[in-house]
T-cell receptor
Framework: DGGITQSPKYLFRKEGQNVTLSCEQNLNHDAMYWYRQDPGQGLRLIYYSQIVNDFQKGDIAEGYSVSREKKESFPLTVTSAQKNPTAFYLC????????????FGNGTRLTVT | KNEVEQSPQNLTAQEGEFITINCSYSVGISALHWLQQHPGGGIVSLFMLSSGKKKHGRLIATINIQEKHSSLHITASHPRDSAVYICAVRSIQGAQKLVFGQGTRLTINP
């Protein structure tokens, strides 16, 4: 079955450590996205990539980094520069067309203490 | 003011009731999405529409472009419909970005 896999589901880190969240898709989608979800707020875009080896900052990119070395993979690194990293992170993908629906992973809940 | 506003924020109903969730937006859009998020966190795309009405099973989504308003209806609601329903719009300015509403938490009691 095609889909998006995010791992791990739960992640715990100490403050000051970088952490990388995995996102893999086998839908052959060109576009991939990372969103952050906080209680009482809508999803906010962190980074997106429309093609391999290219990505753009979203609305809240500070303290995050990404790479897109393969079409299937779009890992997100939460760096120690992110002031409030504890959140629920969702990865999504879509075909290149702007009129296409999004497919989401099941998310990673990151807790930093 | 948020560009996408949903109402109500929380909705509790009895099994079998007809449910309506509303979404109003303030920007020009190329498409509007309705999404469903279950307690585990994963999100499923329900509808993508740019005009008129779409139906899938017991779910119906409508959009009025002139009034900048969309509704999601659930007929014969069931406890398994309990979830957070999210409206998102694709702005014609930021074509690759979706702007999300805060979501409506729906609880259907048996």
């Amino acid at each position: 079955d095609g889909g998006i896999t995010q791992s791990p589901k739960y992640l715990f880190r100490k403050e000051g450590q970088n952490v990388t969240l995995s996102c893999e898709q086998n839908l052959n989608h060109d576009a991939m996205y990372w969103y952050r979800q906080d209680p009482g707020q809508g999803l906010r875009l962190i980074y997106y990539s429309q093609i391999v080896n290219d990505f753009q900052k979203g609305d809240i990119a500070e303290g995050y980094s990404v790479s897109r070395e393969k079409k299937e993979s779009f890992p997100l690194t939460v760096t120690s520069a992110q002031k409030n990293p504890t959140a629920f992170y969702l990865c999504a993908s879509s075909i290149a067309s702007v009129a296409s629906p999004l497919h989401f992973g099941n998310g990673t809940r990151l807790t930093v203490t | 003011k948020n560009e996408v506003e949903q109402s109500p924020q929380n909705l509790t109903a009895q099994e079998g009731e007809f449910i309506t969730i509303n979404c109003s937006y303030s920007v020009g859009i190329s498409a509007l999405h309705w999404l469903q998020q279950h307690p585990g966190g994963g999100i499923v795309s329900l509808f993508m529409l740019s005009s008129g009405k779409k139906k899938h099973g017991r779910l119906i989504a409508t959009i009025n472009i002139q009034e900048k308003h969309s509704s999601l209806h659930i007929t014969a609601s069931h406890p398994r419909d309990s979830a957070v329903y999210i409206c998102a719009v694709r702005s014609i300015q930021g074509a690759q970005k979706l702007v999300f509403g805060q979501g409506t938490r729906l609880t259907i009691n048996p």
